[in-house]
């Protein structure tokens, strides 16, 4: 019997009004962006697909073995569509804007 009540409960719940209805969900503009310079646009066509341009301008200056690492990352792993010939032109824009020292 609790079974029973339990489905009904739930398929009432189910039916309810505005429940079925897509959530709408609307997203602030992008505000930020990618410093002028070579690899801009490379960077714009491949890491906003996925990230705002203001999640990857704050963060803290990052050396090139960083950028590498996380691009490979972002390509083996999340499948992102970066191509291996321009992986390394999008490690040398990134370090480069962010002006990250290479530690050696």
């Known amino acids: 019997m609790k079974t029973r009540l339990s489905l009904l409960l739930c398929a009432a719940a189910l039916s309810a009004p505005g429940f079925s209805k897509p959530l709408k969900i ?8 990618f410093k002028p310079g070579p690899g801009a646009e490379l960077a714009t066509g491949q890491c906003l697909a996925c990230h705002s341009a203001e999640y ?3 963060q ?20 992102a569509q970066i191509a291996p010939d321009q ?15 290479e530690k050696k």
């Open 56 to 58: 990857i301008t704050t």
């Open 60 to 79: 803290p200056p990052l050396p090139a073995s960083f950028w590498k690492a996380s691009i490979e990352k972002m390509r083996t792993k999340y499948g």
């Open 26 to 33: 609307e997203l602030p503009p992008e505000t930020a962006g």
């Open 87 to 101: 992986a390394q032109a999008l490690v040398d824009y990134l370090a480069h804007s962010s002006a990250a020292p």
